[in-house]
């Protein structure tokens, strides 16, 4: 593990202080982790983040992707990913959020391998990486949703949750398509979920999507997409 910096060095005194013990175990039970947790929720872990990103100097690009780089590798909790995360949305360094910044949302996805850090990645960062880029976008999004490593694969299926209207649905269902004969509970899971999400927008386009794939659709993604729709 690589020596802390020091920001991640103030969260983890800051979150120490306010960490719940029986908090930590039972959030480590639920979320079936090997790391541990310092027991902070997410309000109080928003605060701390707010206060220390608040002075935190960022010259440029590259600087704000150090910061995140070190937050996140150096991590010995996992509220400390989720600081990472926050830091990596921060409101005054969406300038640096561009191309330049995938490969860090990747670092996070593949070595995060669990929902609760690739799915905020996937739903904030790369939503708003695919809003800004959308061609170069939708060609790494596709290329994913086709490649090996289960988490980038949910990652391409999620990535559109919050744009709505906005979505791009042909490629929503072309990242849904190397997965639908998954049995990959997490894959199954997205499908249903990104569809629901849709259905917001477009109740009438997931029907149709549903009906004509049902027998590709598992039951779960079944399920989980026409949950909403009566």
Known sequence: MPRPTRLL???RRELSILGDPERARGAQAYMKSAMPFHGVGAVPLRAVCRELFASLALPDAAAFRREVLGVFRGAAFREELYAAVELARLKRAAPWRDLAFLPVCEEMVVAG?????????????????LRKEPDAMRREMLAWARCDDLWKRRSAILCQLGLGERTDVPLLHSCLEPSLASKEFFLRKAIGWALRQHARTDPDGVRRYVARNADRLSA???REATKHLG
């Open 9 to 11: 060095l103030a969260l």
């Open 113 to 129: 391998a669990w929902w609760d850090v690739v799915d905020a990645v996937s739903s904030h960062l790369l939503g708003e990486l």
């Open 220 to 222: 779960l993604s079944r």
